[in-house]
RNA sequence: GGCAGGUUGCCCGAGUGGCCAAAGGGAGCGGACUGUAAAUCCGUCGGCUUAGCCUACGAAGGUUCGAAUCCUUCACCUGCCA
């Protein structure tokens, strides 16, 4: 994949708007100049808002690896300053979090951001930041003559987002004051590493231009500013929200690599173009073909087998995801399980959820559901009993007060849960 | 500081003393159809040891046989006035 590092700097622009990685720029004529002319320096930013990034964060991070790979050096920044304040919403005041946990999020994070990116000793070797090192020494008075004295309140009232807060249940002054630290973030960056370049995703446009504003005042340059699209599926929904309710994680321990896999290998047809174009390095021929393929053979899902296999790859690994192959051909079809040999089964189970559970107990199908996650308590697990989404060894199991025998027991002693379609688990089975 | 309005389940939003675990919508979940897709239809959607019990309508008290609904205090939000 790092391949097509020669690819020639001018060349990324073009690159990133047939991907459709373009929602917003600025002066794109003068970027391209830039980037032709030498190694270009970039960032975006990460706020630590949860314990880890999700597939949503993927895009801009992506980016920043497409223009390392084009020739420009990226900075990763992990928002230990920002994520103490948080980014106005379009409702509602944050919830603070704690500064210790804001803290251990950002530890976490930044090592997540690591892992786009290449860091070596060449120029466009990738710098690691976190912006609590620069704005946690500052003073208020600091702050307040060095950056507030550049921003007029009258422009901020104006921007969008404070305005529908006004018009709803107000803003606090703290948020109010996000755009001024992720600004000075990108000060700090220019004057320090020469960065001339912010991208993120378009809801941060605002704020990237605030930066851009500053800048040039402050220091009299012009930088620039580019926004990825906030990823929806083609219901306009807000991506990557399907898996029981709760986010795409990147960290395997919120959402395991089979999930993860599962969820792009169920991509709809209509989205997985669009995302074959956002999440891979696919070339445009290999894209054209797989949507292609999806276009007259969908039954297939090439296209989302394809997508599925390489983000897993890119997020987990190529072991991972070929477990994961694996245990999804293993587990999936509706073929008699009991055929499968204890080492096929161990990996595969080892891919998705588990839970040991002792025969002498007689636990019951809900018991079993329950004691291995697939439903968060015992009623979510009648129900879906009820409701015939309840499977044990791929045999749809109605009756709720059913008990396994050992005659039940695959090889290995497993027993595989499944609650409706594509959420699996197993439970292993010990005696005393 | 004063006055007025507001705070309901994951989200939006009805509900002004019993018929309220709380209308309706959305999301989610399960089923049918199919291709582990979309659309559609059906069902479901606080917890439990489930003919019952527990927890819940910003918080804490109170009135009442009985409160999301009335009263008091507190917190927060919004608007107007100072």
Redesign the pocket.
């Known amino acids: 994949m790092w391949g097509r590092i020669g690819v020639v700097g001018n060349d990324i622009l073009d690159e990133l708007e047939w991907r459709g990685l373009i929602a917003q720029s600025t002066d794109r004529d003068a970027l391209r100049r830039e980037l032709a002319e030498g190694v270009l320096t970039l960032y975006s930013g990460f706020d630590p808002t949860a314990p880890s990034l999700h597939a949503g964060n993927l895009v801009p991070l992506l980016a920043l690896r497409r223009f390392q790979q084009a020739g420009a050096r990226p900075i990763v920044l992990a928002g230990g300053a920002t994520g103490m304040i948080g980014d106005p919403r379009e ?3 944050r919830s603070m979090n704690s500064a210790e946990t804001v803290t251990n999020w950002a530890e976490r994070i930044r090592g997540q951001l690591e892992r786009f990116v290449e860091f070596d000793d060449s120029p466009t070797g990738a710098l690691i930041a976190d912006n609590l090192d620069w704005t946690g020494p500052q003073t208020v008075l600091e702050f307040l003559r060095d950056v507030g004295k550049h921003f007029s309140i009258n422009v901020m009232l104006s921007r969008e987002t404070v305005k529908r807060r ?1 018009a ?5 002054y703290t948020e109010f004051s996000y755009l001024l630290l992720q600004s000075q973030d990108y000060l700090h960056l220019y004057r320090r590493h020469g960065c001339r370049l912010q991208i993120g995703g378009s809801d941060q446009w605002g704020n990237i231009v605030g930066g851009v504003e500053l800048v040039r005042r402050v220091e009299g340059a012009a930088v620039h500013a580019l926004t990825t699209p906030l990823v929806t599926d ?2 306009g ?1 807000k991506f990557g ?5 709760g986010s795409l994680w990147l960290d395997p321990e919120l959402t395991s690599p089979y999930a993860w896999y ?1 969820y792009f ?6 989205d997985v173009g669009r995302y074959l174009r956002l999440f891979t390095f696919l070339s445009q021929e290999e894209i054209e073909e797989l949507e292609k393929s ?1 276009a007259e053979r ?2 297939l ?1 090439a296209g ?1 087998r394809r997508l599925a296999e390489e983000l897993t790859t890119l997020v987990h690994g190529r072991r991972h995801t070929e477990q994961v192959i694996a245990a ?2 293993a587990l ?1 079809g509706r073929g008699d399980l009991h055929d499968l040999d204890a080492s096929t089964l161990d990996a595969a189970l080892a891919e998705v959820p588990t839970a040991t559970v002792r025969l002498d107990e007689r636990p019951t199908v809900v018991d079993l559901l ?1 004691a291995t996650g697939l439903a ?5 697990a ?3 009993v009820g ?3 309840a499977y044990v060894n791929n045999v749809k199991v109605p009756d709720e007060q059913w008990i396994p025998e050992e005659a039940d027991l695959l090889p290995g002693r497993w027993l595989v849960l499944r ?5 699996l688990a197993g439970a292993r089975v010990v005696t005393a």
Request: proline share 2%; hydrophobic share 20%.
């Open positions: 409702v509602g005041e006004l709803a249940d107000g803003m606090s083609s219901e929904r929200k399907s898996t029981g309710g599962q290998l169920n991509v709809s047809d209509a999806v969908p039954h899902r989302q999804s051909g999936f329950v968060e308590s015992r009623g979510a009648r129900r879906t409701e015939g989404g609650r409706g379609k594509r959420n």
